[in-house]
């Protein structure tokens, strides 16, 4: 489902070259559950990027579906992106001026999809992750803990294949956390999604099939 | 889409309406410069209604200094003006009062047929035409015929003749204005001899006015009010040794006048040069604010699809491609524009310009309400274009990174 080969990134600024990821082989079949590990700024998030296809690697080659990512062109990419990846984000990103229902429309938008389908997607995603009462509520009047759920519902409701998330329970208290690991897990099993995602939480992870661990930019063995 | 647009502008209250207002003031400013333009532009396009080439102007004055009327005769001008028909570069000479391009001007208004207008009159004799190169639509010139007529003979307009009667088709019909209050002179029975397509005695940069001749033929004897200039129509090419020759024989004809010649070429330089002033004035003005407009929009709306690179971000990164986003900042720039247009071409619409400025003419004023729509579409969706394509073009990680 996954491959990346070698990969390197790095960002380069004005003066400071930093290797935030480097020899990265990695693979991930189709319906696992892989969880992420490391210690702050060893480069998870943007091991996440490089999988979404929200950032290119600096060298390497990333296979998704068989085919190297670099070849495919924007409309490609997009469609994969939109149909194939559901992506949660660390800080959520939601839009502040659009309300919950219209935020987890987003991706649907994109879609051949009638205005209804689009509604009743958004809502059934919304009730799976207990905000069906919070539907015109603006991102700004929900806690973290909801604003992160929206995110989640964001992802799931496109229902794709592959779902991305960084940190998903990072804001939840240790409940609410269960409850959304709970739905990720559901998630893999019924449905089976592909799953990466990043914790901090060891008991989280120890729920998904495997661990990775990086450290510094680099796997770690383990 | 259309509906998530919609939502994102409602919500975005604020921003949006910053955003209207700026494009709302554009869109008055676009039009008061556009308007003036397409005016300019039009007065300019459209025919004179006589040629001005190869003719001559020739003032008259008693050397006296007393009034002319009293002291000229209507035999004195027409020795003058067989004199001068006596060269053989001459073509043709008539008087006119007051000539095209001269600064003075006379208005006549009333209530004719019912209808008030307020108009240009000028008195000529029966050769104008031919002095003139003026060609009549309908009817004729004045001529013997119109000698001891009961009522005035006159030549209008065509815009004269549809805005009191409707039609062109005025040849015969009786132009007496009403008496406007019992105490007032009854004002002399006038009637329509003949319709030109226009005439525009202040040059290309007149606006439309209705314009009227009424007949001051010297050789008719009825005559109220000697006319001072006489027009000559030389042959192509002749300079300032015909001057000098006409000037002395007119000398030689009547010695108690003064004469002073110019061709009506160099009137019409004058005349032009002066109405130009304003015109210039008012284009710089006219530059300037839509310099000041367009850098004013731009600066806005950069700044607007600039502040949204990290939705425009998202939107990549939920499956957007680049030019989904560009056509949706497009869009919704588009729909703004929409309503600010709609707003603007209420006010203009409900504003009567056409009566309080006068010489706008209705085909005039759609060309430039249409022109500042597009003008402004073309101006917003510029400089939201470019931001747009930026913010499109980035990774979607770095476009979510984006401060
Ligand atoms: N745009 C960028 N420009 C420069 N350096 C960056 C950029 N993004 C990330 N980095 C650097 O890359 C490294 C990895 O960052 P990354 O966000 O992947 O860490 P992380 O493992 O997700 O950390 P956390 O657990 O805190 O979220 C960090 O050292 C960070 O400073
Ligand atoms: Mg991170």
């Known amino acids: 489902m996954i491959r990346l080969a070698n990969v390197e990134k790095v960002y380069r600024t004005d003066r400071i070259e930093t290797v935030a990821l480097s020899q990265i082989d990695l693979t991930v079949a189709a319906g696992e559950f892989v969880a992420v590990m490391g210690p702050s700024g060893c480069g998870k998030s943007t091991l996440l990027n490089l999988i979404g296809l929200l950032d290119a690697p600096s060298s390497g080659t990333i296979e998704l ?158 | 889409m259309i509906l998530h647009l919609l939502r994102l502008v409602w919500h975005r209250k604020r921003q949006s309406a910053l955003l209207l207002a700026e494009l709302f003031a554009s869109f008055l400013v676009l039009f008061g410069v556009t308007l003036g333009s397409v005016v300019a532009a039009d007065n300019w396009r459209r025919p004179l209604g006589f040629e001005w080439e190869n003719a001559w102007f020739v003032q008259i004055r008693p050397s006296t200094g007393e009034r002319r009327d009293e002291v000229m005769a209507s035999a004195d001008l027409i020795a003058l003006r067989a004199a001068v028909r006596e060269f053989p570069e001459v073509q043709a000479a008539a008087f006119i009062d007051p000539a095209p391009f001269q600064q003075s001007q006379w208005m006549d208004a009333g209530r004719i047929a019912g209808r008030r207008v307020r108009f240009r009159i000028a008195s000529a004799d029966d050769g104008l035409p031919e002095a003139l190169g003026i060609k009549l639509l309908a009817g004729r010139w004045f001529s013997r015929e119109d000698d001891g007529a009961a009522a005035e003979p006159i030549v209008v307009t065509e815009s004269f003749a549809r805005h009191v009667f409707d039609t062109a088709d005025v040849v015969g019909r009786d132009a007496t204005a009403e008496q406007e209050g019992r105490d007032s002179a009854p004002p002399p029975a006038r009637r329509i001899v003949g319709v030109l397509a226009d005439y525009r005695q202040d040059g290309e940069l007149m606006g439309p006015e209705h314009y009227v001749f009424r007949r001051a033929e010297p050789a008719s004897g009825a005559i109220r009010r000697l006319p001072r200039v006489m027009l000559v129509r030389v042959a192509p090419d002749s300079g300032v040794a015909l001057e000098e020759r006409l000037l002395r024989r007119l000398e030689r004809e009547r010695p108690g006048y003064t004469f002073q010649i110019e061709p009506l070429s160099q009137m019409r330089s004058t005349r032009n040069s002066i109405s130009l002033v304003p015109l210039a004035t008012g284009g710089v003005i006219g530059l300037f604010l839509l310099v000041m407009v367009a850098l004013g929009l731009s600066g806005v709306l950069w700044q607007n699809v600039t502040q949204r690179t990290r939705e425009i971000g998202l939107r990549r990164a939920h499956g957007a491609a680049a030019a989904d986003v560009f056509r949706q900042v497009l869009a919704e720039v588009a729909l703004l524009v929409t309503i600010a247009v709609l707003a603007g071409v209420a006010l203009v619409v409900q504003v009567p310009l056409m009566d309080i400025v006068s010489g706008i003419r209705p085909e005039v004023f759609a060309r430039s309400l249409a022109l500042s729509v597009l003008g402004l579409y073309g101006l917003a969706l510029a400089a939201a274009a470019y931001p747009a394509r930026l913010a499109a073009s980035l990774e979607p990680a770095e476009a979510l990174r984006y401060e």
């Open chain 1, 65 to 222: 579906a068989g085919k190297p990512v670099a070849s495919y062109r924007d409309r490609e990419v997009s469609r994969l992106r939109n149909q194939t990846i559901g992506f949660v984000f660390q800080t959520f990103h939601l839009i502040p001026d659009l309300r919950v229902l219209d935020n987890v429309e987003l991706p649907l938008l994109y879609r051949k999809m009638s205005g209804a389908e689009r509604r009743a997607r958004a809502t059934r995603a919304l009730e799976r992750v207990g905000l069906s009462s919070r539907l015109q509520h603006f991102p700004s009047q929900l806690s973290g803990g909801q604003q992160q759920r929206v995110a989640i519902a964001r992802a799931m409701a496109g229902e794709p294949r592959i779902l991305l998330a960084d940190e998903p329970t990072g804001n939840l208290d240790s409940q609410m956390g269960d409850e959304v690991m709970g739905l990720l897990e559901d998630l893999n099993q019924k449905e089976g999604t592909t799953i990466v995602m990043v914790t901090h939480d060891q008991r989280q992870a120890d729920k998904a099939h495997r661990t990775i661990r990086i450290f510094d930019g680099r796997q770690v063995a383990c």
